[in-house]
């Protein structure tokens, strides 16, 4: 049987004596500069990488009109403009806004988000099995608390939104995943650096 007593809950730092949410009071602590970065990737088919990957055509407005449901995808995806490029500034905006879209963080004037979106083939045996994108994140403020959220935030909106602009050629082949905080610098806990898998 599972202990859901609140001594033990107090334990977490959103959750005051009485087991409530509550926002952690960080008017004691000192303004230093702080750091995170955050990582992660969405898995796409082969269409939707050559997509990302190829210099796009001007687009034509009749393009896709020969019926072909795949010409009319790709045409579709098209139209949405460059995939990278307004991801990356979709990550920007969701860094800035996520003491909106997190109950308990604390607003933060941020003093730099770096966003950085690259695509990857995975191989083996010489052979691609994988097709991917990957989001890094990396944000800086001068403060009273971390900016682990903000980077994970700008992570997550920057991929969700390379699934928007790609659903209409990927539909539901895409997976995001493997979001993490590779490394952060500033504050009492001190630096922490994930160590790589390899």
Not at 54 to 61: G, K, R
């Amino acid at each position: 049987m599972i202990d859901r007593t609140y001594s033990t809950m107090s334990k977490l730092t959103h959750l005051d004596e009485h087991g409530r949410a509550s926002m952690v009071d960080v008017g004691e602590k000192d303004i230093t500069k702080r750091s995170a970065t955050a990582s992660g990737r969405i898995f796409i088919p082969q269409i939707a990488y050559n997509l990302v990957t190829a210099s796009y055509p001007a687009f034509v407005d009749d393009a896709g009109k020969d019926n072909d449901p795949q010409s009319n995808m790709v045409a579709k995806s098209r139209k949405k403009g460059d995939v990278l490029t307004i991801a990356q500034l979709a990550a920007i905006m969701g860094a800035k806004q996520t003491s909106s879209l997190i109950p308990l963080c604390h607003p933060l004037s941020l003093s730099k988000i770096d966003v950085k979106l690259k695509s990857e083939e995975s191989k083996e045996n010489d052979t691609i099995i994988k097709y991917s994108i990957i989001c890094t994140a990396t944000v800086s403020c001068e403060g009273k608390t971390g900016v682990e959220m903000e980077a994970l935030t700008a992570v997550s909106v920057g991929l969700l939104t390379v699934w928007d602009m790609l659903k209409a050629v990927a539909g539901k082949e895409m997976e995001i995943g493997e979001i993490i905080v590779s490394h952060k610098s500033g504050g009492r806990s001190g630096d922490f650096t994930r160590n790589s898998k390899s």
